[in-house]
């Protein structure tokens, strides 16, 4: 794609993470429901959704350390490399202690089964099952900071491919024990086990390519300081998520029932399958684009926003009109007639998503460089918007169909602010950004005409 060995397994590895989510979502939704049903399922996504809270325990600084980490081994700063995986540690731990205790506190009072009408899960299950994935988000924490060492060293394909065999046993432990029947609180349980056993094998793995040294002398308040302001502003973005993801879920099972929240989110989730593809793409550019920054290589960042952009843009437009004409069809045979298809619902998530694909692509180099915190203020600003909006719709016209236009009325405002930004920090003007992106546009079309014409010959 980019002519870029590293790269092209960075998208190999991340496509194949895309299969695996999206065989378990296909997979999933039917089991759910012949097993749990409806009502018993639309619990369990709440449930879920809840524990999204967790994983904002480390307040962005797993991926701000990261970035960090990654600019300083290429330039051989290797003593600055091991304090900022130390402070992170600490940091971590210190949180994960916090909010662990915060949620017992709640639990202990009932707030989460009185506030969210949990009926079908047993209300002494409910406090049990939020322990056991707060222990699943936790493993997950360190795990991903594991990456850090792979994206550094040009191995990050290597730690997706171990982290998609432990993500596989992941699906496959949960669908089974679905299938067996076993009580949620067992189904649970044996998640965190298999997530722990895939930890420690990804640890002793990672110690190939990065020796690890632990102790309280590695930890700087200089550091700490330098990675902590990234690390808030990455913290913007899963609050923002909350808000705009897993806050307008609840709010739907607020006003509407769990019913509503199983029609709006797979809808959604068929859609996403869309921006599930995207992703991919600039998942796999971002060691990428972090390693060319820390090389100070200006003109390199530019090629890659370009075609970053290009590809994205066309494979959303391309599957999005695909989608459009098989949706009902996927939807219907997706979910076995269990859930109706809303096609205005299904629609308006689709307009939104190519827009959403403009901005994302941009923030990508945002992110990847650690200059993305002015914009994580206006993104949760965005979510706010977003949040209220779903609100009022739900109050007043009690539908979850319209709520998509809340999302791409924000997602509008994205593409303005985010491109300006990414322009500023590759020193590039608009002009030459569009005729940038149009020459890989053109490009792209190129090469998949001559795979064309080669194959029909």
């Not at 990065?210 to 102790?215: A, M, V």
């Not at 694909?357 to 979510?383: C, D, E, G, M, P």
């Not at 009325?409 to 608009?430: C, E, G, H, Q």
Request: charged share 10%; with cysteine; net charge positive.
């Amino acid at each position: 794609m980019f002519k870029n060995k590293s790269l092209l397994k960075n998208v190999a590895a991340n496509s194949i993470t895309m299969g695996l989510m999206t065989l378990f979502q296909l997979l999933s939704v039917p089991v759910f429901l012949k097993y749990w049903g409806v009502e018993l399922y639309g619990e369990w996504i709440t449930l879920n959704t809840l524990t999204a809270y967790f994983q904002m325990t480390d307040i962005g600084l797993n991926t701000a350390t990261g970035n960090s980490f990654t600019f300083n081994y290429v330039r051989g700063q290797f003593e600055k490399c091991t304090i900022l995986i130390n402070n992170n540690i600490f940091f971590i731990l210190i949180a994960f202690i916090a909010i662990f205790l915060f949620v017992v506190g709640l639990g202990r009072a009932g707030v989460f089964v009185h506030l969210f009408h949990f009926s079908l899960i047993q209300s002494s299950e409910v406090d049990t099952c939020l322990f056991l994935l707060f222990f699943q988000v936790m493993i997950g924490t360190f795990n991903n900071l594991l990456n850090t060492f792979y994206t550094a060293t040009g191995n990050y394909a290597r730690g997706i491919m171990i982290d998609n065999f432990i993500r596989f046993s992941e699906y496959a432990a949960l669908l089974l024990s679905v299938v067996l029947k076993f009580s949620i609180v067992y189904v649970l349980l044996f998640g965190v086990l298999v997530k722990l056993v895939g930890f420690i094998g990804k640890f002793i793995d990672s110690s190939r390519f990065y020796k690890l040294s632990l102790g309280i002398r590695y930890l700087r308040r200089a550091e700490l300081k330098e990675t902590f302001l990234p690390a808030l502003s990455f913290f913007s973005f899963p609050i923002a998520n909350s808000l705009s993801f897993q806050g307008v879920t609840l709010l739907i099972n607020f006003f509407l029932g769990s019913t509503s929240v199983v029609i709006f989110n797979t809808t959604r989730t068929l859609v996403n399958f869309c921006k599930s593809s995207i992703d991919i793409l600039h998942k796999s550019v971002w060691p990428e684009i972090s390693i060319t920054y820390g090389k100070m290589d200006i003109l390199r960042l530019r090629k890659i926003h370009y075609r970053t952009m290009a590809y994205s843009v066309v494979l959303a437009i391309i599957t999005t009109i695909v989608l459009f004409f098989l949706g009902n069809l996927l939807y219907t045979t997706w979910t076995r007639g269990a859930v109706k298809f809303d096609p205005i619902l299904f629609t308006l998530l689709l307009v939104s998503l190519i827009a959403n694909t403009i901005w994302s692509s941009s923030t990508v180099l945002l992110q990847a460089t650690n200059n993305h915190k002015k914009f994580s203020l206006f993104y949760l600003f965005a979510a706010m918007l977003i949040f209220i909006a779903s609100l009022l719709v739900l109050a007043i016209i009690k539908q979850v169909r319209y709520i998509p236009l809340s999302i791409l009325f924000v997602d509008i405002l994205l593409v303005y602010y985010v491109v300006k930004r990414a322009l500023s920090i590759t020193d590039d003007s608009l002009s030459l950004f569009l005729i940038g992106v149009w020459a890989a546009i053109k490009d792209m079309l190129k090469l998949v005409s001559n795979i064309f014409f080669t194959i029909s010959r």
